[in-house]
C-alpha cells in the first residue's frame, strides 16, 4: 500500500509566474528536495532554471535516464513496455472515436427543442453514457497496466532493483519532491516504473502542470481550441492517486472557454463527484488529508456553467 505525502501543492504553469519558491518556503519546508523532470525528456537535466528559483538543496532523480538505463540492460522489459505502450495507444484511438460520437450526440441533444422534463432526462442520459465511457476507459487502461506488471514485474528486475534502490536513499534524506510538467505519457510511465509512490512518506509534493495532472488519480487531456479544430477533452490514464477528487486543468488561460456554460457544465458533470479545478499562472492548492486547506487563483467548474473561486476548508468555516 502507498504511503501518502505530507501535504500536497498543486500549482499553476511556472514558466513565466512562477510562484513553487514562495510556497516551499511558506510550508517551511527546508533541507533536500527532490526534482523530477522525467516530462521533459531529453532536456532532463536542463534544470538550473528550477533549482535557481527554489534556492535550496535539490537532486535531480533523473527518471528519464534512468529508465533509458532500464531497458538498454533488460530487453525483455523494454520490449514489453513498448507493446504495452503501443495496446494503450490503440485503446486510447477507439475510445476517442466513440468519445467524439458521444460527444457531438450531446451538443445535438442540447440543441434541440423539447419540454423541459424531457429534455432534461434526454441530456442526462446523454452525459451517463459519456460518463460510462470515461469509466471503460479507464479499466482498459487499469488491465493494461495489471496485465504488464503481472507477467513481467518490474520491481523486482534487477535493473529496476537497482535504481530503485538508489531512489529510495535518495527520497529518505528528502523533505520535498518538486515535479514538473512536459510529456505526460512519459513522466507518468518514468514514476510508475520506479513505483515512486511507495517510496514517498513524509516528504510535501510540489506539483505544476502535467506533474500535477499525473499525482490526481486520472490524467485527463483538453483543449477547447486546439488549432486541428474543435477540440474533446479525454481521460488519458489513472494517475497516481497523490489527490483524490480533483481533475486538475492547467492553463485555463489558453486551453479552456471558462466563458462557454455549455463546455464548463459538460466538464463538471462527467467527473463528479471529483471538483474539475482551473489553475491559471500563479494559482495553487494546499491539500491534507483530503481536505484543501489553502487556495489562490484557482477555479472550481460547476455543473450549472460558471465557475466559483476553491474555498479552503478555514475559508469555510470547518475545523
Given at each position: 500500500?502507498?504511503?501518502?505525502?505530507?501535504?500536497?501543492?498543486?500549482?499553476?504553469?511556472?514558466?513565466?509566474?512562477?510562484?513553487?519558491?514562495?510556497?516551499?518556503?511558506?510550508?517551511?519546508?527546508?533541507?533536500?528536495?527532490?526534482?523530477?523532470?522525467?516530462?521533459?525528456?531529453?532536456?532532463?537535466?536542463?534544470?538550473?532554471?528550477?533549482?535557481?528559483?527554489?534556492?535550496?538543496?535539490?537532486?535531480?532523480?533523473?527518471?528519464?535516464?534512468?529508465?533509458?538505463?532500464?531497458?538498454?540492460?533488460?530487453?525483455?522489459?523494454?520490449?514489453?513496455?513498448?507493446?504495452?505502450?503501443?495496446?494503450?495507444?490503440?485503446?486510447?484511438?477507439?475510445?476517442?472515436?466513440?468519445?467524439?460520437?458521444?460527444?457531438?450526440a450531446n451538443h445535438v441533444i442540447r440543441q434541440r427543442w423539447a419540454p423541459p422534463d424531457v429534455l432534461e432526462q434526454e441530456e442526462g442520459a446523454s452525459v451517463e453514457a459519456i460518463r460510462s465511457l470515461d469509466a471503460?476507459?479507464?479499466?482498459?487502461?487499469?488491465?493494461?497496466?495489471?496485465?504488464?506488471?503481472?507477467?513481467?514485474?518490474?520491481?523486482?528486475?534487477?535493473?529496476?532493483?537497482?535504481?530503485?534502490?538508489?531512489?529510495?536513499?535518495?527520497?529518505?534524506?528528502?523533505?520535498?519532491?518538486?515535479?514538473?510538467?512536459?510529456?505526460?505519457?512519459?513522466?507518468?510511465?518514468?514514476?510508475?516504473?520506479?513505483?515512486?509512490?511507495?517510496?514517498?512518506?513524509?516528504?510535501?509534493?510540489?506539483?505544476?502542470?502535467?506533474?500535477?495532472?499525473?499525482?490526481?488519480?486520472?490524467?485527463?487531456?483538453?483543449?477547447?481550441?486546439?488549432?486541428?479544430?474543435?477540440?474533446?477533452?479525454?481521460?488519458?490514464?489513472?494517475?497516481?492517486?497523490?489527490?483524490?477528487?480533483?481533475?486538475?486543468?492547467?492553463?485555463?488561460?489558453?486551453?479552456?472557454?471558462?466563458?462557454?456554460?455549455?463546455?464548463?457544465?459538460?466538464?463538471?458533470?462527467?467527473?463528479?463527484?471529483?471538483?474539475?479545478?482551473?489553475?491559471?499562472?500563479?494559482?495553487?492548492?494546499?491539500?491534507?488529508?483530503?481536505?484543501?486547506?489553502?487556495?489562490?487563483?484557482?477555479?472550481?467548474?460547476?455543473?450549472?456553467?460558471?465557475?466559483?473561486?476553491?474555498?479552503?476548508?478555514?475559508?469555510?468555516?470547518?475545523?
Amino acid at each position: 500500500m502507498s504511503r501518502r505525502p505530507r501535504d500536497v501543492v498543486l500549482l499553476g504553469a511556472q514558466r513565466f509566474d512562477e510562484t513553487l519558491g514562495t510556497l516551499v518556503r511558506r510550508l517551511e519546508v527546508s533541507g533536500l528536495i527532490a526534482t523530477i523532470t522525467a516530462g521533459w525528456r531529453e532536456r532532463e537535466n536542463e534544470d538550473d532554471d528550477l533549482r535557481e528559483h527554489l534556492e535550496c538543496e535539490t537532486i535531480n532523480l533523473q527518471l528519464y535516464k534512468r529508465a533509458n538505463e532500464v531497458f538498454a540492460r533488460d530487453g525483455e522489459l523494454a520490449k514489453a513496455h513498448r507493446a504495452k505502450q503501443a495496446t494503450l495507444h490503440h485503446k486510447q484511438d477507439f475510445y476517442r472515436i466513440r468519445l467524439e460520437h458521444e460527444l457531438a450526440a450531446n451538443h445535438v441533444i442540447r440543441q434541440r427543442w423539447a419540454p423541459p422534463d424531457v429534455l432534461e432526462q434526454e441530456e442526462g442520459a446523454s452525459v451517463e453514457a459519456i460518463r460510462s465511457l470515461d469509466a471503460y476507459h479507464l479499466v482498459q487502461c487499469r488491465r493494461t497496466h495489471a496485465e504488464f506488471e503481472a507477467a513481467l514485474a518490474p520491481s523486482q528486475r534487477p535493473a529496476v532493483m537497482e535504481h530503485r534502490e538508489q531512489l529510495a536513499e535518495i527520497l529518505s534524506r528528502c523533505q520535498g519532491i518538486a515535479i514538473a510538467g512536459g510529456h505526460v505519457a512519459s513522466l507518468l510511465n518514468r514514476i510508475r516504473l520506479f513505483g515512486l509512490t511507495e517510496l514517498i512518506a513524509g516528504q510535501t509534493v510540489f506539483a505544476w502542470s502535467g506533474g500535477g495532472m499525473v499525482v490526481c488519480e486520472r490524467v485527463v487531456l483538453f483543449h477547447d481550441a486546439p488549432p486541428q479544430g474543435r477540440g474533446a477533452a479525454e481521460v488519458l490514464d489513472e494517475g497516481l492517486g497523490l489527490v483524490a477528487n480533483i481533475v486538475m486543468l492547467p492553463q485555463p488561460e489558453t486551453r479552456l472557454r471558462l466563458n462557454d456554460p455549455e463546455r464548463v457544465s459538460l466538464l463538471a458533470r462527467r467527473f463528479d463527484p471529483a471538483l474539475g479545478l482551473a489553475f491559471p499562472a500563479g494559482a495553487h492548492v494546499i491539500v491534507r488529508d483530503g481536505q484543501v486547506i489553502g487556495s489562490s487563483g484557482v477555479q472550481h467548474l460547476l455543473a450549472n456553467g460558471t465557475c466559483e473561486p476553491v474555498q479552503s476548508a478555514t475559508d469555510r468555516g470547518e475545523p
